[in-house]
Every structure is written in structure tokens, then in C-alpha cells.
């Protein structure tokens, strides 16, 4: 209501409310049983310092802690996904650095308290603000030396560090006295994960999507729907790279198991790290989904766009049934369906087909494993080798050519075939070039005028050994040291 004039307006300061105590009693007995449960991370600023008449005073013990010397960084291993070993939550995780484990909450009844008290293990890092606690007495760490733990856990690299990764060829000790290479580490293979492993690891030293991912500033602010699960992709992808890159490890290998367990559950279990796959599959399957996940659409680019992807046109022409008599044939071929027909595709990779391998064993009774230089199953995109395509109803004659190279160029070599009873794998050898495989010959005519670099050197070659349902895969990596590849430093390198 409005208030006549010259009159004063009381705020009240205190109100007295009258309550039935049984009521008060019972909302206090509630309210304790709440503080006990919660766990003390909504104060975490009030652990560290105390406020003494209105002044903030650190704790002291905050910067003389007496356990610091009990922490066991050989142990300390943050690849694992982040939950608490007893109870399996993702909320509240503290890692136990005296022995490694995952352990919920810092409160009275929490697990971390309880191990703390139960194993005299005092040192604890909140896994997701980064701070250091001394537990069972609950006051925050702050000390220097323990900055070197923090950025194992979260790799952070400047533009300057960035540019240079290039130009240093240096190598590390990690933790555990091991020298490394940063970008050229071991992932581990925690079962039958190698052919994820492979594809992982090539794209990290793809300079473009290696600096993109080194950065998380660069996808943090990317928007996604809600509920969609497949951002998950990006970070995880980013957090490995950084791993992998990471000049400070304490371990000269890491295990991409947060990174393999977003693939399970983004792909919907089409590729998992109990059952060995297909590179190739997950590499495609792969490159769509962070395409898609960075916000890219068949328009709109992305970073994996930037650095994959170049275009041809498909020539294609409808063949008519064999089974038809001749006359027919003739007749079918004049009209439109039959005519030659031009199309323009982009792509990411470019399938390679192989020469069909010898079914019969020589006069020595051994199979002769053909060689086939890399040029001659490159002819398939000169524009004029022509190939039949088998459909269900229908059969395709169809040649490729160029029109747009992208600036880093993937081949797939198809080895496995597929029937209705078995796998089959191609034993050719292919022999190419590591550095200076020019490429200008299989653009269009108008390409080749605006194309100013046609050639490429090799970066990464990923090799299958064994036999096709089982076997495993291994990769060889470009050194940044000596410009070489890492398993091979003749002029001619074998891919199998």
C-alpha cells in the first residue's frame, strides 16, 4: 500500500516467529544428518584461509604441511577414467597420491576420509578444481612443488609452445627415468584396442589437427544440443592429444582408456576394447563424428574438413544385364539411362584397390607374393581406367578423377575382402616413396592451373600383421628429430 505523507516507514531488522519445538528438534536432527553426508567441497575457499573479524587469515598449515614428502608420483596415473574406486561415482573424485586411488568426498563419512584414516595416507588432489588437500584434518595444500602433478593431470600449452613443436626435435625424461619424444609415445593396449590405437595416433601428428586440439580454447565455446553425447568425442580426443604431447610425463606411454570408452559409447558399441576392429571402419566412422561434433555439415567446414578433405568427379555409366541377347544390349545402350553420366564428390580418404593375388603355388610349391609400385593403383584416378561396380540389381562402369587435393592426403589400401564364408586378405606388397609422391598428373586439366603443391611426404603408415580375423596393427611415425621414419631410414619404405 502507499504510504500517506510525513509518515515513517519501519524496516524490521529481526522477526520472531513461534514454532512447535518438536518441529524445531526434528529439522535440527535432519539438518546435522545433511552436513554429515554432504561432503565439505562447497567451502572449499573457507578450508584454505578462516575469517577473523572480517579479515581473511590463511590457514597455516596450508603452506607447511608434514606429509608432502609421503607422495608417490611413480604411482600417480590420471588416464583412467575419473570415479571413485568404492562407491564408482564421477562426483567429488579425490585421488590419493601415496597410493593412486580414485577415492568420493572429503567429509566425515566420505570414502577419502575413511581411507585417509584407515591407511594414514594424508595427500589428496580434487581431480576436477585442481586442489591439494591434507586429509583427515581438512585444510588445503598450497605449495609449489606440487605444480608438476596439476599438469599431468591437465596439459596446458601456449601458442608460442605450440608453433615451436615443430622446429624442436628434443627428448625428455619422463618421471620413471625413460627418455621420450613428446607426440611419439606408446598408447597402450588395454585388449584388442590396436586398430583405434593406430588411427589415434596418426592423427596426432597431423600438425593442423594436432595444434586445433592442443588448445582447448578453440572447441570450448562450440554449442551443441542438449542431451547430445557426442561432444564427448571432442573433449576426449583433445585430452589425449594433450597427453600425448605432453613434454612433462611421468611415464614414457599412455592409455587412451577415457578416450576408448567415449568411442563405445558414441559409436552405440559398434567398436569396442574387448573385440578387434577394423582401422579403416573406425577411421571413417571417426572422422564424420568429430566432423559433426565440431558443428561441421556438408557446408559448413570444420578442422577435419580443413586438413582431409579434396573433391573428383565420378564418371559413371549403367551397364545392361550380361544375361540379355546382344541386339538387346545395343538397343539398351543408345538410350539415356545407359548414357555416361559426370557427378562431383568430395572425400576424406581415397580407397586404393589392390591387383587380385595369385590363387597357384610356383614350381618351388610357394606362393609368390606380388610387389605393385604405389603409381599403379594410383592409375585408378587418371581419369580414363574404367572399373565395373557390382550392385544388387545393377552394374556400374565408373572412373575417377581429381579436382582438389587436400592438404593432407590419406590412402586405404583395401586388403579384406568379404564373402558369404570368410575373410580374405590380400598379401600384395606395395612399395612407395617416403617424401615427393607427385600427384599433378591425376587432376583435371583446370585443377592442375590452380594447384600449386601436388606433392606429399609420408607423415604416418599404419601396417596389419597376421591373419585377417585376428592379427594386430602396428604404425610407423614420422621423428621430428631426424626427419625420418621412425622404423625405416632407407630412400623406399614397404607398406604392407
Not at 565439505?40 to 584461509?49: F, K, L, Q, R, S
Request: net charge neutral; hydrophobic share 35%.
Amino acid at each position: 500500500h502507499s504510504s500517506p505523507p510525513n509518515t515513517v516507514k519501519f524496516v524490521p531488522s529481526l522477526l520472531f516467529c513461534h514454532r512447535d519445538p518438536k518441529q524445531t528438534v526434528a529439522m535440527i536432527s535432519l539438518k546435522r544428518e545433511r552436513e554429515d553426508d554432504l561432503d565439505d567441497d562447497d567451502n572449499e575457499d573457507g578450508v584454505a584461509a578462516k575469517v577473523v573479524r572480517g579479515r581473511v587469515v590463511e590457514d597455516r598449515r596450508s603452506r607447511h604441511c608434514p606429509y608432502l614428502d609421503t607422495i608417490n608420483r611413480s604411482v600417480l596415473d590420471f588416464d583412467f577414467e575419473k570415479l571413485c574406486s568404492i562407491s564408482l561415482s564421477h562426483i567429488n573424485v579425490y585421488a590419493c597420491l601415496i597410493c593412486g586411488k580414485y577415492f568420493q568426498g572429503r567429509g566425515l563419512k566420505s570414502h577419502a576420509y575413511t581411507h585417509s584414516v584407515q591407511f594414514t595416507h594424508h595427500v589428496f588432489l580434487n581431480l576436477h578444481t585442481l586442489k591439494f588437500y591434507c586429509l583427515p584434518d581438512n585444510y588445503e595444500i598450497i605449495d609449489s612443488s606440487l605444480e608438476d602433478i596439476t599438469y599431468v593431470l591437465k596439459p596446458t600449452f601456449t601458442k608460442q609452445h605450440i608453433a615451436g613443436l615443430d622446429k624442436q626435435g628434443k627428448l625428455y625424461r619422463a618421471y620413471d627415468g625413460t627418455t621420450y619424444l613428446p607426440g611419439i609415445v606408446g598408447l597402450n593396449n588395454i585388449k584388442a584396442n590396436d586398430y583405434a590405437n593406430v588411427v589415434l595416433q596418426a592423427f596426432s601428428n597431423v600438425p593442423p589437427l594436432r595444434n586445433y586440439f592442443l588448445e582447448e580454447e578453440n572447441y570450448r565455446g562450440i554449442r551443441r544440443p542438449p542431451g547430445d553425447i557426442m561432444f564427448l568425442l571432442v573433449q576426449r580426443f583433445g585430452e589425449l592429444m594433450r597427453k600425448l604431447w605432453n613434454p612433462r610425463n611421468f611415464k614414457a606411454h599412455v592409455s587412451p582408456h577415457e578416450m576408448l570408452q567415449a568411442v563405445v559409447l558414441c559409436s552405440k558399441k559398434n567398436f569396442q576394447i574387448t573385440k578387434q576392429g577394423d582401422a579403416v571402419d573406425f577411421m571413417t566412422w571417426f572422422l564424420n563424428a568429430l566432423h559433426g561434433a565440431l558443428g561441421g555439415t556438408k557446408k559448413k567446414p570444420s578442422i577435419i574438413t580443413k586438413a582431409f578433405q579434396g573433391s573428383m568427379r565420378i564418371f559413371s555409366k549403367k551397364l545392361p544385364h550380361p544375361d540379355l541377347l546382344p541386339e538387346e544390349k545395343e538397343a539398351l545402350l543408345v538410350t539415356e539411362e545407359y548414357q555416361e553420366q559426370m557427378s562431383e564428390s568430395t572425400f576424406l580418404f581415397l580407397t586404393l584397390d589392390l591387383p587380385t593375388a595369385p590363387l597357384y603355388k610356383d614350381e618351388k610349391e610357394q606362393l609368390i607374393i606380388p610387389q605393385v609400385p604405389l603409381f599403379n593403383i594410383l592409375g585408378k584416378f587418371n581419369g580414363s581406367t574404367e572399373k565395373e561396380y557390382k550392385t544388387y540389381k545393377e552394374n556400374f562402369l565408373k572412373r575417377f578423377q581429381l579436382t582438389k587435393l587436400p592438404p593432407y592426403l590419406v590412402f586405404c589400401i583395401k586388403r579384406f575382402t568379404k564373402n558369404n564364408f570368410f575373410v580374405e586378405k590380400n598379401p600384395t606388397i606395395v612399395n612407395f616413396p617416403i617424401t615427393n609422391v607427385d600427384l599433378r598428373e591425376y587432376l583435371t586439366e583446370e585443377a592442375q592451373a590452380t594447384e600449386k603443391n601436388t606433392t606429399y611426404d609420408l607423415v604416418a603408415n599404419v601396417v596389419h600383421d597376421g591373419k585377417p580375423t585376428e592379427g594386430a596393427y602396428r604404425i610407423h611415425v614420422l621423428h621430428h628429430i631426424w626427419k625420418r621414419q621412425e622404423s625405416d631410414d632407407t630412400n623406399n619404405h614397404t607398406g604392407v
